[in-house]
């Protein structure tokens, strides 16, 4: 049985394709970037497709909000991706000097594989 190819998320080219195709769990990590990074309402046709993510790192970080994005990651997930179990979500905020950084760090099994997607946000201070 062949393996399941599809288009790279973000689109990019290479020297040989364009859009660049992908394989494997490759398939299932940009499936989770796509779901976790579409605002809802922004697919005209599906406008419940998503997840309110970016919309909530932009509020006030503090450990309620931080189990609110948790939550929010495994709804939208169990919505639009089957194939993706989430095992942890991890989120931290780093800071240096002025600069913040929210780091969201997902632990997925899919496909019989694990595997870590790292999600990092600069914050406005």
Request: one cysteine or more.
């Amino acid at each position: 049985m062949a393996e399941a190819r599809g288009i790279s998320f973000p689109f990019r080219a290479s020297s040989k394709e364009f859009p660049v195709s992908v394989s494997g769990q490759f398939i299932t990590r940009d499936s989770v970037l796509q779901i976790l990074l579409c605002s809802l309402g922004e697919r005209v046709m599906r406008p419940d497709y998503g997840s309110r993510l970016i919309e909530m790192i932009s509020e006030n970080i503090n450990p309620g909000l931080v189990a609110a994005i948790q939550a929010e990651i495994l709804r939208a997930l169990g919505v639009w991706d089957s194939r993706v179990q989430v095992d942890d979500i991890q989120i931290e905020l780093e800071q240096s000097g002025l600069e913040k950084l929210l780091i969201v760090s997902l632990f997925v099994q899919a496909r019989g594989r694990s595997f870590e997607l790292v999600l990092d946000f600069p914050i406005e201070s």
